[in-house]
């Protein structure tokens, strides 16, 4: 409903009238905003700011004695090039640009993923293996809800790996509409549940973008409104998850929004030692060679590897913590933490 725009107009047009000509503009000025309403009428009937300009300017048209046909006001004159001055001149929708604006300096950036078995790395730098069989949330803020379902790796087994993907992008303003993304293996689209590509119809549609790295393996989702990037990957049988938050964003939740794997780690009756897969095991030493030649530090991401490879037999798994030591290499803020030891 864009009756604030129409009623914004109108007050522009009558703000400065003066004189002998008053009478007349005024009228003009009434007929415009009668015809702005108009247009928003199948969009807004449910508003009662529509319904309060409507009834105001019929009785300010007979007051006026303004008739209902006849010239209108001219539209108003397009605002003045940008100048770089001030914050009405940047783009919103550029969360980068506004920051360093407001506060002087560039924002401060998070990361968080999910691969593997599933493997947590948080906002915060913990490290957990979980079992978290079914759904459960990622991230859970003001801007974005992120949902992950798991299945188990292989009949009977405790460890589960990431099957289904599930991110709302939610509705800001004038920047995008809701964008809905699902990724379940064998199925990762290049495009939003509805076949978009963006952010949609809104001025700042394009501050949200999607982009295939690699078809049917790796996409990546550009959100510049809210200052994130997303990395959603395929390797072996197991979906991946990557995401560098700016830190005002990855902290913009309430009390009741405190389920997030990628805030507080995976709950600790959920978590996995990956040690207890691996001592004195044949499999772990053929294992650790292949994880060796993807991943030459042990730091958690070959130990992850090691795990993985061992509890579900598929030396697809080195490409899987590969992948995320990749992501995690490009999203890090301070790459002195890109390494975990445990």
Known sequence: CKILRCN???VAATLNLRGSGRSTAFCNALRSYSHCTRKTA????????????VH???????QNNC?????TSPPRPRPPAPNHQGLETLDICNYEKSFLYKHGQPPSYQHCAAFGDPHIRTFHDDFHTCRVEGSWPLLDNDYLFVQATSSPVAKGSNATVTSKLTIIFKNMKECIDQKVYQAEIDNLPAAFEDGSVNGGERPGGSSLA???????RHVEIRADYIGTT?????????LSFSIRAAEEVAHAFTEEQDLQLCVGGCPRSQRISRR?????HRAAEVARALCKEMLPVEDVYFQSCVFDVVTSGDVNFTMAAHGALEDARVFLPN????????
């Open 230 to 238: 997303i990395a959603i990957r395929q390797a072996g049988r197991q």
């Open 56 to 62: 105001g300017i019929e009785d300010l048209m007979i």
């Open 210 to 216: 999607i982009q295939e790295r690699s078809p049917g």
């Open 8 to 10: 914004s107009e109108y």
């Open 335 to 342: 790459v002195e933490k890109l390494h975990i030891f445990q």
């Open 42 to 53: 199948r969009t807004c009937r449910g508003d009662l700011a529509y319904h309060s300009a």
């Open 276 to 280: 207890d897969c691996c001592r004195g």
């Open 67 to 71: 008739s209902k046909e006849g010239p």
